[in-house]
């Protein structure tokens, strides 16, 4: 017998009684027969309490209880704390407030209890970030006072399928970039052993991909990695799940994939996008500078030649199209960042044009 059946039972018997006497005081009024209201009245009791009892008892509970898993655990911390300061702060106010006259000394003291736990818990949630930084902050300063040797192991972070059939994520971790705990949920696992199982040879080929690119993550990353089975219930899209996951776990998301990128940060979740780090990391070359490149193809401009360099920068060479297929010295006029990535443009050395002549 489940917990709602019984519920309602005790709704249907607890209004029934109730609707047996509203309907006998009502019967006098009326001056009609109070057994027969009594009846009446009992029976629509029951049968309001039989069908309506789990939509004020059971059914706001688990909504309650659903809402509350997908808040991470410092919205919870922070919204009691902001509960607590504002029922203080209301505590305080009410005396001054409970000294003016009636029907405003009963009233205000009660408004302002709302009020000020309103208020509360809306800045402590709004501004939680900055008050766990400070806190946490103030903990390293007297720590290393102390002469403690604190250490900053970082949050931990999630990988998404994305990240880690793209494989590059193996590199950085076994470089120790990446602080923390690596966490693979156990529902992107699955999307990857999906993806391996796909009848399509090119997905099969990138799911075996992520598969190996796994088993060598846990061989040889310098930070722990762990598989959790924790999951999001009712949610059943990957990325939706990733997200909401690391809202409640409080940590960043890996990936590479654009519009997970966007929505977690739209969702106010950290990301931590391979592709914007591999941006970062290219060799910055400035205005006159020398480097040396293998013209591969035609530009788009005439004269133009194409090259690129190891990290995968493109080279836009003035008048390198008569040396293509050859290693050529070259020097920057002008680089330019684009949403794709670097590109940089310049014209051949006058040494190595004379050479060549």
Known sequence: MSFEFVLRLVGMVALAVGGVYLGVNLSGAAHQSAELWGVVFGLVGALIGLVGTPFITTRPARYIRAEIMQLPATALVAGMTGLIVGLIVAGLVSFPLSLLPKPFSQVLPLVGAGVFAWLGISIFVMRQRDIFSLFRGRLSGRLAAEGAGATNEGRSVLLDTSVIIDGRIADIAHTGFVAGTILVPKFVLNELQHIADSPDGLRRNRGRRGLEV??????????????????????????????????????????????????????????????????????????????????????????????????????????????????????????LQTTAGRMIFAKLDATSTNNHR
Not at 230 to 235: A, C, I, K, L, T
Not at 247 to 267: E, M, R, S, W
Request: contains cysteine; charged residues 25%.
């Open 214 to 335: 796994l088993n060598r993550l846990t061989k040889e990353s310098v930070t722990p990695v762990r598989f959790t089975d924790q999951d999001v219930p009712g949610v059943r899209e990957v990325d939706d799940k990733l997200v909401l996951l690391a809202k409640q776990l409080n940590c960043a998301v890996i990936t590479n994939d654009y519009n997970l990128n966007h929505v977690a940060q739209l969702q106010g979740v950290t990301v931590l996008n391979i592709n914007e780090l591999a941006n970062a990391v290219k060799a910055v070359y400035l205005h006159g500078e020398g480097l040396t490149v293998k013209v591969i193809q035609e530009g788009r401009e005439p004269g133009q030649g194409v090259g690129y360099l190891e990290d995968g920068t493109m080279v836009v060479v003035d008048e390198g199209k008569a040396r293509q297929n050859e290693q050529v010295s070259v020097v920057v006029t002008k680089v």
